[in-house]
């Protein structure tokens, strides 16, 4: 199994040792067809990422809270 680690944050060497493929755009990593995602990305930005990968019919899970604002 492949694991898709997509960061903007620095590389720590338990991703590098466990040969995770490390991609820094959502963009680039939905390139991959992955399997299903996990949201745990900031806050604010849960819900973008979470619609990004609902268009793409990418299965996910998303920490929560779900969004930063009620509305």
């Not at 991703?15 to 755009?25: M, P, R, W």
């Not at 996910?60 to 009620?70: A, C, Q, R, V």
Request: proline share 4%.
């Amino acid at each position: 199994m492949d694991i898709i680690v997509c960061t903007k944050r620095k590389i720590d060497n338990f991703l590098k040792k466990n040969n995770c493929n490390i991609i820094s755009s959502i963009d680039v990593s939905l390139k991959e067809f992955p399997d299903f995602a996990i949201v745990c990305n900031e806050t604010h930005l849960h819900i973008s990422t979470a619609t990004k990968l609902a268009k793409n019919k990418i299965p996910f899970f998303i920490e929560k809270p779900l969004g930063h604002s009620l509305s």
